[in-house]
């Protein structure tokens, strides 16, 4: 699941008060704040102002016009980016009976029941990035919804995590399944790849991804659906997006 990176904050305008370094100004000073780029050239500037020593996620921010605190409005659901997203993630599993194998035969990093309840709730282990169970285990994972609801860990049928299919549900998250949801500012944050993918493999996976936001319009969304699109790397500026050519 997606968590919100270092630089998360730094496309943002109304946000943007804290001091940035030498690097982070002169990268932004390569970006046009005025200006609407369009999705290939803002992949480009976003890997030319990625300056950080480490392989930087690219990170998109989807504005939109839908108010969360109505259920007819809220946006969720998963994709498959067809080049992955370039980490490596482990998937812990809640499954018993033969179910157990299957997930362990997928590829799963880890699997269990509720001898896991402890070693999460009270020993706060956490070392995993997707959550999948199947239905019949799901009253047994409904008691982490505290520790694991906030930190967006919690399987979802919508999500494609609350399956009896665990082998496609940890094939498609193995192969660069990622989750998408608004947050509380009505805000879609998700990862497109990293700064090492090449040009045409990241504008695929923003295709990918765009496609998937669109399709999930809530119908009861009056007015303009997105507001804005903001691309940016870990510890970059924030590049904005053109909305009309999408």
């Known amino acids: 699941m997606w968590e919100e990176p270092f630089g998360f904050r730094h496309y943002h305008k109304e946000e943007n008060k804290m001091k940035h370094g030498k690097k982070y100004k002169e990268a932004a000073a390569q970006v046009d ?29 989807i504005r939109t016009g839908c108010d969360g605190r109505h259920a007819e409005q809220q946006i969720r659901g998963a994709v498959v980016l067809p080049n992955g997203t370039g980490k490596t993630v482990k998937v812990l599993v809640f499954a018993k009976g033969d179910k157990v194998n299957e997930a362990e035969a997928a590829g799963a990093d880890y699997v269990g029941g509720d001898e896991l309840i402890p070693k999460i709730q009270n020993d706060g282990w956490l070392d995993f990035d ?17 520790v694991l609801g906030p930190k967006g860990l919690m399987p979802n049928p919508k999500a494609g995590t ?41 504008k695929e996976n923003f295709d990918a991804i765009m496609d998937a936001i669109m399709k999930a319009k809530p119908s009861a969304v009056k007015g303009q659906y997105l507001r804005s699109v903001t691309l940016a790397s870990t510890m970059g500026p924030g590049v904005k997006i053109n909305v009309a050519k999408l």
Do not use: C, Q, W
């Not at 780029?37 to 392989?55: M, R």
């Not at 399956?163 to 944050?189: C, F, P, Q, S, W």
């Open 33 to 61: 704040r005025a200006m609407l780029y369009e999705p290939a050239e803002a992949i480009a500037l976003v890997k030319k102002t990625a300056t950080a020593k480490f392989d930087e996620t690219v990170e998109l921010h």
């Open 162 to 202: 609350v399956t009896m299919d665990v082998t496609k549900a940890i094939n498609d998250i193995k192969a660069g399944k990622i989750e998408y949801r608004l947050d509380k500012t009505n805000i879609v944050h998700v990862p497109v790849g990293k700064t090492s993918f090449a040009d045409e493999k990241l």
């Open 130 to 146: 997707v959550v999948v169970a199947t239905p019949d285990m799901m009253g047994i994972v409904g008691r982490l919804g505290k």
